[in-house]
């Protein structure tokens, strides 16, 4: 079955106390991306990945970093979090994120509470 | 920059009513329209999409149609169900140098009763 997975999907930590939540697809995706959802936000992108190797900051990316060392799996790394990134978070994959009007395909989200 | 406006939530109707949520967007060029839905505890989903004007997106009875002149990309659907109940987000792409970034609205929650 074509999916996205993450891992894990709830997480409560202290702050200051590293952190990092899996992502991973198995459709050769090669855009990869993360997004936090907040109430009355929406959805913003953190960080993305146009492929191996490739990553760049999206709107919301301080006190994130990624890495993108094979091409099915992105892991999203918080190294010292804080309150304010208590959050739901979901990783995202398409076929190329060059392609007008491609579907991204989500994972099912992970829920951070940081004390 | 570019943004989407979604109609607040929640969105409460009786079941085989009609459903209405509002999706406007400010973009520059020309981008494509999608909406996702995101079921209690799951992820989000794509319900349809359109990539240009005057574009109808449809599936599972839902209905949107890309209005560039009013910049509008208006859900509906004629007869909900209990099963619809979910959160609705209205979204834009664009061919921007951050590829597939999206750019969300902030979702409108819709419950429906028996």
């Known amino acids: 079955e074509a999916q996205v997975t993450q891992n894990p999907r709830y997480l409560i930590t202290v702050t200051g106390k590293k952190l990092t939540v899996t992502c991973s697809q198995n459709?050769?995706?090669?855009?990869m991306s993360w997004y936090r959802q907040d109430p009355g936000l929406g959805l913003r992108q953190i960080y993305y990945?146009?492929?191996?190797?490739?990553?760049d900051k999206g709107d919301v990316p301080e006190g994130y970093k990624v890495s993108r060392k094979e091409k099915r799996n992105f892991p999203l790394i918080l190294e010292s979090p804080s309150p304010n990134q208590t959050s739901l978070y979901f990783c995202?994959?398409?076929?190329?994120?060059?392609?007008?009007?491609?579907?991204?395909?989500f994972g099912p989200g992970t829920r951070l509470l940081v004390l | 920059g570019n943004s989407v406006t979604q109609m607040e939530g929640p969105v409460t109707l009786s079941e085989e009513a009609f459903l209405t949520i509002n999706c406007t967007y400010t973009?520059?060029?020309?981008?494509?329209l999608f909406w996702y839905v995101q079921y209690p505890g799951e992820g989000l989903q794509l319900l349809l999409k359109?990539?240009?004007?005057?574009d109808k997106g449809s599936n599972k009875g839902f209905e949107a149609t890309y209005r560039k002149e009013t910049t509008s990309f208006h859900l509906e659907k004629g007869s909900v169900q209990v099963s619809d109940s979910a959160v609705y987000f209205c979204?834009?792409?664009?061919?921007?140098?951050?590829?597939?970034?999206?750019?969300f609205g902030q979702g409108t929650e819709l419950s429906v009763k028996p």
């Open positions: 995202a994959s398409s076929l190329s994120g060059r392609t007008r009007g491609e579907t991204q395909y």
């Open positions: 459709m050769n995706h090669e855009y």
């Open positions: 990945s146009m492929n191996v190797e490739v990553t």
């Open positions: 973009a520059t060029g020309y981008p494509s």
């Open positions: 359109a990539t240009k004007a005057d």
């Open positions: 979204a834009l792409s664009d061919r921007g140098n951050q590829g597939g970034k999206l750019i």
